[in-house]
């Protein structure tokens, strides 16, 4: 099955510089990407998606890379603000279209902190 | 995006006794739903697939006779934890899967569940 790994599990950064968080995963069938942010309590929330057949997207202050080759994928933040602090979960599912029913695979996480 | 709501949003019972959780897309149809367990501090671990209309399907190491769901309309389902002990005790986190956006596999979660057995 699919393996998603994700660092780093905590990062603090100041209010205004960029954070990058970095996932891998091992099945090259995984076709879709999304990125979750978690806040204390709360389901998660999608924040931005990639599929596999794109190697950037943005919106706004956040952005996805992704390399195929590598099998990996990356969340930037830029001019982070401190309502950016929360828990953020990568995601790899091989199911972008069609039928089936799989469910995501998560990473592990990663706290960010935005100290003011 | 879409809307999914989940409840309760807390239940404290006692050991031994049956909980039932609800999952409802509130402005799309969900062929499909997902539950997923949450322990502190850590990931979302998938525990079964529930699809309309038929047998959910368990990952591997779910007791589907202690979690039993179903799946009985579009727009909702339901979690049922049987015979509650405090090792059951974890969030619980639904997502319903809208393949209206282009094709998408997005996954739109609920607030999540906080059981806690005593």
């Known amino acids: 099955g699919e393996n998603v790994e994700q660092h780093p599990s905590t990062l603090s950064v100041q209010e205004g510089d960029s954070a990058v968080i970095k996932c891998t995963y091992s099945?090259?069938?995984?076709?879709?990407f999304p990125w979750y942010k978690q806040e204390l309590g709360k389901g998660p929330q999608l924040i931005i998606d990639?599929?596999?057949?794109?190697g950037e997207k943005k919106d706004q202050r956040i952005a996805v890379t992704l390399n195929k080759t590598a099998k990996h994928f990356s969340l930037h933040i830029t001019e982070t603000q401190p309502e950016d602090s929360a828990v953020y979960f990568c995601?790899?599912?091989?199911?972008?279209?069609?039928?089936?029913?799989?469910?995501?695979?998560f990473g592990k996480g990663t706290h960010l902190i935005i100290q003011p | 995006g879409a809307v999914v709501s989940q409840h309760p949003s807390r239940v404290i019972c006692k050991s031994g006794t049956s909980v039932k959780i609800e999952c409802r897309s509130l402005?799309?149809?969900?062929?499909?739903m997902f539950w997923y367990r949450q322990f502190p501090k850590q990931s979302l671990m998938l525990m079964a697939t529930?699809?309309?209309?038929?047998?959910?399907?368990?990952e591997q190491g779910v007791e589907k006779d202690k979690f039993l769901i179903n799946h009985a309309s579009l727009t909702l389902s339901t979690l049922t934890v049987t015979s509650a002990h405090p090792e059951d005790s974890s969030f619980y986190i639904c997502?319903?899967?809208?393949?209206?956006?282009?094709?998408?596999?997005?996954?739109?979660f609920g607030a999540g569940t906080r059981l806690s057995v005593l």
């Open positions: 997502s319903a899967r809208d393949w209206s956006g282009g094709g998408k596999n997005i996954q739109y």
């Open positions: 099945d090259s069938a995984s076709n879709y």
């Open positions: 990639i599929r596999s057949n794109v």
């Open positions: 995601a790899a599912s091989n199911r972008y279209s069609g039928g089936g029913a799989d469910g995501l695979t």
């Open positions: 402005d799309f149809q969900a062929t499909t």
């Open positions: 529930s699809n309309e209309g038929s047998k959910a399907t368990y």
